[in-house]
């Protein structure tokens, strides 16, 4: 059984910074790549960042510059270093992982708020 936790989130001014976690735990589990998205209510989920197994990255606009994907392949753990947040970086992050064996895994969301 696969489990997904995120971890890292909470209140911040803006100009601020958070480092969000993503541990993978499950037998035999080996992290291939991953993703953060990010959803406010009454929102869709949107991408934030993602990165390959080959360690290529890829933001969402709003994002670019001041966020940093990265993962451990070691440890089955992905983070997302975020910088100079904004208000509008306000939501619940997720967090999800492509197996070696193709399968997608999420977690259950980090509340990230950030403050004017």
């Known amino acids: 059984q696969v489990q997904v936790e995120e971890s890292g989130g909470g209140l911040v001014q803006a100009g601020g910074s958070l480092r969000l976690s993503c541990v993978v735990s499950g037998t035999y589990f080996r992290l291939n790549g991953g993703g953060w998205y990010r959803q406010v209510p009454g929102k869709q989920r949107e991408l934030v960042a993602r990165i390959s197994s080959g360690g290529n990255t890829n933001y969402a606009d709003s994002v670019e510059g001041r966020f940093t994907i990265s993962k451990d392949d070691i440890k089955n753990t992905m983070y997302l270093q975020m910088n100079s947040l904004k208000p509008e970086d306000t939501a619940v992050y997720y967090c999800?992982?492509?197996?070696?064996?193709?399968?997608?895994?999420w977690g259950k969301g980090t509340l990230v708020t950030v403050s004017s």
């Open positions: 999800t992982v492509t197996a070696s064996w193709g399968m997608d895994y």
